[in-house]
């Protein structure tokens, strides 16, 4: 078997290994949200505010990015790829966490974000739950 042939098939077992992780089902509700401040650090270390990432760079509703930022619904495959083409970084990144791809002085752009967004929510204070009537 040639060389080319075997880097070909890893890099279709790491492609679609990605794409099964890229659906909701497969991930735990934790890494949904990991994934959304994940994306959200990316724009955010671009200079992007969401709005305008959202809108006017992926041409997606500002509420519909929200969710995925928020880790509420996990962000598309096909709308990762354009975060990862806009921003410079990979689904590695995106879904998974590992930065090795990625530029080294953007990758710590990235990480001080990511850093004051955990700093965020780790002040904001749980949610209460409305009482259910019997």
Known sequence: ???????????????????????????HPSDQILVGRRVSALHRARGWN??????????????KFNNWT?????IPPQVAAKV???????????????????????VVKVTEELDQIEAKEATKKPAKRKARRA
């Open 1 to 27: 078997m040639s060389t080319f042939r075997i880097q070909k098939l890893s890099v279709q077992g790491t492609c679609s290994s990605f794409l099964w992780m890229a659906k909701e089902e497969n991930l």
């Open 50 to 63: 969401a709005e305008v990432f959202a809108k006017s760079l992926l041409k997606e509703s500002p509420p």
């Open 70 to 74: 928020r880790g509420r619904h996990l």
């Open 84 to 106: 990862a083409t806009l921003t410079g970084s990979d689904f590695n990144f995106i879904y998974g966490g590992n930065s090795a791809g990625m530029d080294p002085k953007f």
